[in-house]
């Protein structure tokens, strides 16, 4: 069983970045593939970004370029990197796990229990 703890979240402004990490335990962390989904109120849970067992990085298209996931694989932890954060990212960042290479919420059986992040315009 994957325990995985976000951290990170908080207020910021339009413009300006955060970095959430998400501490995995209770597996072979480098087996899995890690990423980040959000949702915002009345929205779908949707994807964010991913990155597989071999280092390889997926996102969503309203984040590419602005966002960057990474991991370390010595911590068991993966971080998301958010720039030039906009209002429209207000939304609860979940972390996830999975042994997959699905970009859907059905492909994860682990997450994690959700960090606030609120851009103020």
């Known amino acids: 069983q994957v325990q995985l703890v976000e951290s990170g979240g908080g207020l910021v402004q339009a413009g300006g970045s955060l970095r959430l990490s998400c501490a995995a335990s209770?597996?072979?962390?480098?087996?899995?593939?890690m990423g980040w989904f959000r949702q915002a109120p009345g929205k779908e849970r949707e994807f964010v970004a991913a990155?597989?067992?071999?280092?390889?990085?997926g996102y969503a298209d309203s984040v590419k370029g602005r966002f960057t996931i990474s991991r370390d694989n010595a911590k068991n932890t993966v971080y998301l990197q958010m720039n030039t954060l906009k209002p429209e990212d207000t939304a609860v960042y979940y972390c996830?796990?999975?042994?997959?290479?699905?970009?859907?919420?059905?492909?994860?059986?682990?997450w994690g229990q959700g960090t606030q992040v609120t851009v103020s315009s």
């Open positions: 209770g597996g072979t962390f480098r087996w899995y593939t």
């Open positions: 996830v796990a999975g042994r997959t290479t699905g970009q859907t919420r059905y492909d994860y059986d682990y």
């Open positions: 990155i597989y067992w071999t280092g390889t990085t």
